[in-house]
């Protein structure tokens, strides 16, 4: 399974920057899609995910209703729209997939099994 993590960048607070996570290797039908962030001297933690069998979306409570998550089936690539950007929203951001997909862990780091390689976001004026 390769995960290339794509699109992150210096923007400007109230800026807009969107993710890309390509996907190759195996099937996805039935798996979670996620992005997690770590900043400096944080803990990584959830961002957004994707439950690829119904479509349904997830989203952590600091980036509802400015980051949309969303995908290109064809291309079984991941996307997250980040809007009104935050310079507390500046990480590093992974994208991850999870095979298990047990909906109670979609939230959970150590439940994903496959990383992409992380895209710097950096938001300052």
């Known amino acids: 399974v390769q995960l290339q993590a794509s699109g992150g960048g210096l923007v400007q607070p109230g800026g807009s920057l969107r993710l890309s996570c390509a996907a190759s290797g195996r099937t996805f039908s039935n798996t979670h899609m996620g992005w997690f962030r770590q900043a400096p001297g944080r803990e990584r933690e959830f961002v957004a995910a994707f439950r690829w069998s119904s479509g349904m979306t997830y989203y952590a409570d600091s980036v509802k209703g400015r980051f949309t998550i969303s995908r290109d089936k064809a291309k079984t690539t991941v996307y997250l729209q980040m809007n009104n950007l935050k310079p507390e929203d500046t990480a590093v951001y992974y994208c991850?997939?999870?095979?298990?997909?047990?909906?109670?862990?979609?939230?959970?780091?150590?439940?994903?099994?496959?990383w992409g390689q992380g895209t710097l976001v950096t938001v300052s004026s």
């Open positions: 991850a997939v999870d095979f298990a997909a047990i909906l109670s862990s979609l939230r959970i780091a150590s439940n994903y099994e496959y």
